[in-house]
């Protein structure tokens, strides 16, 4: 499994040095899903393929949870830093059909390894979870909102 991510990667890495030098300005700075389950949150470039590279500084990456699960069950929200230099910092927060937060997680993300944290969806409606880091700015907060609907089944 992990030889076929580094293949991902190292592939990723030659289509994303292409698309970097024929990529308009415009693109850059934007915030895209990466795969069924994963979002990237960049300080300079965002691909739409399954991995991100960054031009000069680190990449934050963010779980996009699921888009729906039922009453009960748990979607899983985490984040991991890629290492090449930025900012690690970052905010999760999650609030539910009732509009308030009721789960917020704060610090440095692991460069090492993905950190997870799975959430129960206690009652049906939707979830909204937010995440926050210095992927644009250095001095200020940017954030990207994921929404999670949960249903009876």
């Keep these: 499994m992990r030889v076929r991510y580094v293949r991902l990667v190292l592939l990723a890495g030659m289509v994303a040095a292409f698309l970097l030098a024929a990529a308009p300005l415009s693109a850059a700075r934007t915030v895209r899903p990466a795969g069924p389950h994963r979002a990237v949150l960049a300080s300079d470039t965002v691909l739409a393929s399954n991995t991100v590279l960054a031009r000069t500084q680190g990449t934050l990456l963010v779980n996009q949870p699921a888009a729906s699960v039922c009453v009960g069950h748990t979607f899983t929200v985490g984040v991991w830093f890629q290492r090449s230099g930025g ?3 970052y905010r ?7 509009h308030v937060r ?3 997680r704060h610090g440095l993300a692991p460069s090492s390894h993905w950190q997870f944290w799975k959430v129960r969806a206690g009652r049906r409606g ?6 926050s880091g210095h992927w644009r700015h250095t001095g200020s907060w940017d954030t990207y909102r994921a929404i999670t609907r ?3 089944c």
């Design 150 to 152: 949960a249903r009876r």
């Design 102 to 104: 009721f789960f917020y």
């Design 87 to 89: 900012s690690r910092a």
């Design 92 to 98: 999760v927060a999650i609030s539910g059909p009732r």
């Design 126 to 131: 939707t979830y909204i979870t937010t995440y």
